[in-house]
């Protein structure tokens, strides 16, 4: 009898120290106010919680996760934390959203796979369809000090026109550009008093499909410069530079690939290449994060020579193609001028130009 009352009071302490400790390490609140702590982010339960506590804890409930500038919020979302009874095991965190909203652009149909433990966060998997397209990472991150964080993953078939919109950067009319990654890494720090984009880094193997748009009057143009050669001989760079690009790239599928690297607050790339069974182009390229401001270069390839060589600069919504030499400049003036320019003004207000300057 004795022996049998050491083995339940034995068990029953055991177990209550294990209720202490798992409670300690599933306080719900206290992990919630630790995140927002860190994080500058407010989470709000929507729904009244519903538990369950076999064959192991179980929390669920709707909530809502968005930062004070409302740049960044988790709406609607099923979240399911559970916890086995075992002290030391990890927290599971599944979050399922109809919409993720980060700065504008959305991902929608997500789905957050992850674990807690140790003031460490595990993203075992996160899934989502991101404009067109659709992206799967994994990584991890820190909740204590700058929020250290790692992700790499891949996407698929994502739209920059419809991403650049969505944030509000820039809209190209021109240029149409899907693109995916079979792999990228991204790290840096989510701590919301530093800056983000500073201390951002990280590299993307990228590929895709570039479609530069020409109107109907802008190839006519091109074609009636070209008869204009004999009367006009200062015409003729002009006209073959037009040419060459209109003919080589526009409404033409082409595909590129290359390697994106982030770091200090800037995109660079070094090797891009666009081709497809007409031309050849490669660009290299640095991009500000935060001003949006490009400063970059392509040359033009024609039977493995450099044609032409455009330079980019200015705002990424609406950048200067500069080409350098006479073939673009107005009277005496040498200095490099905007192709892009030429094709909005219209291609037939310069020929108009030119007439009138020869008579």
Do not use: C
């Not at 339940?8 to 209550?16: G, N, Q, V």
């Not at 916890?83 to 149909?109: A, D, H, M």
């Not at 993203?123 to 397209?133: C, P, Q, T, Y």
């Not at 037009?242 to 995109?267: A, C, Q, R, Y």
Request: aromatic share 8%.
């Amino acid at each position: 009898m004795k022996k049998n009352f050491i083995i339940i009071a034995t068990t029953a302490i055991i177990l209550i120290l294990i209720f202490i400790a798992i409670r300690d390490n599933f306080n719900l609140h206290k992990i919630i106010a630790e995140l927002e702590k860190q994080t500058d982010l407010t989470i709000v339960l929507n729904d009244e919680s519903k538990w369950n506590y076999y064959p192991h804890i179980e929390f669920r409930n709707n909530i809502t996760i968005k930062d004070n500038a409302d740049v960044f919020i988790i709406d609607n979302a099923d979240v399911d934390i559970s916890k086995n009874y075992w002290p030391t095991s990890p927290i599971n965190i599944n979050l399922k959203s109809p919409t993720i909203n980060v700065e504008g652009i959305q991902l929608r149909n997500a789905t957050i796979i992850s674990s807690y433990k140790n003031k460490n966060i595990t993203f075992e998997k996160i899934i989502s369809n991101l404009v067109e397209g659709n992206i799967n990472a994994q990584g991890k991150m820190s909740i204590e000090n700058e929020m250290l964080f790692e992700l790499d993953g891949s996407f698929n078939n994502v739209s920059l026109n419809i991403l650049m919109n969505q944030a509000k950067i820039a809209t190209w009319d021109r240029v149409k550009i899907k693109m995916s990654s079979p792999n990228f890494n991204l790290s840096g720090t989510a701590k919301k008093k530093n800056n983000f984009s500073k201390n951002l880094k990280g590299n993307i193997a990228i590929n895709g499909s570039i479609f530069f748009v020409s109107t109907e009057e802008e190839l006519f143009g091109a074609a009636l410069l070209s008869l204009l050669i004999d009367k006009l001989p200062d015409l003729s760079s002009i006209s073959n530079s037009v040419s060459f690009l209109l003919e080589k790239f526009s409404n033409i599928p082409s595909s590129f690939h290359g390697t994106l690297t982030i770091n200090e607050g800037t995109v660079s790339t070094q090797d891009m290449l666009i081709e497809n069974d007409q031309g050849r182009a490669s660009l290299t390229a640095i991009l500000n994060i935060e001003t949006n401001i490009i400063d970059g270069k392509i040359n033009f390839y024609e039977d493995d020579e450099i044609y032409l060589e455009a330079t980019l600069k200015g705002n990424i919504q609406n950048p200067q193609i500069l080409v350098g030499g006479k073939v673009f400049a107005e009277e005496n003036d040498n200095a490099p001028q905007d192709i892009k320019k030429l094709f909005e003004e219209g291609i037939h207000s310069l020929i108009d130009k030119l007439l009138k300057v020869d008579d």
